[in-house]
């Protein structure tokens, strides 16, 4: 039976699909879907997560003097380019 893969998406409603794989280390990840739906509680890890990665990114973004990301500092402060 082959399986089927999809692009990891971690962007939001909000980010261009573009921006997906933030948490992947700025590079896109093949993955498998799941067998079964997630649960309710891995929905609230995954969401923490994001959530948590977010704020890091803000952090960052204001130790470094940045009050306001444009989207080349954006992809900067996530990709490392």
């Known amino acids: 039976m082959m399986r089927q893969t999809a692009f990891h998406e971690t962007a939001g409603p909000g980010l261009p699909r573009s ?18 739906p997630r649960t309710e509680e891995e929905e609230r890890m995954i969401t923490e997560g994001l959530l948590q990665a977010m704020r ?18 954006f992809e900067q402060l996530v990709y490392g380019d």
């Open 19 to 36: 921006r997906a794989g933030v948490l992947a280390g700025g590079r896109r990840r093949i993955i498998t879907p799941p067998l079964r």
């Open 56 to 73: 890091a990114c803000q952090l960052s973004a204001k130790r470094n003097g940045i009050d306001k990301l444009t989207d080349e500092e």
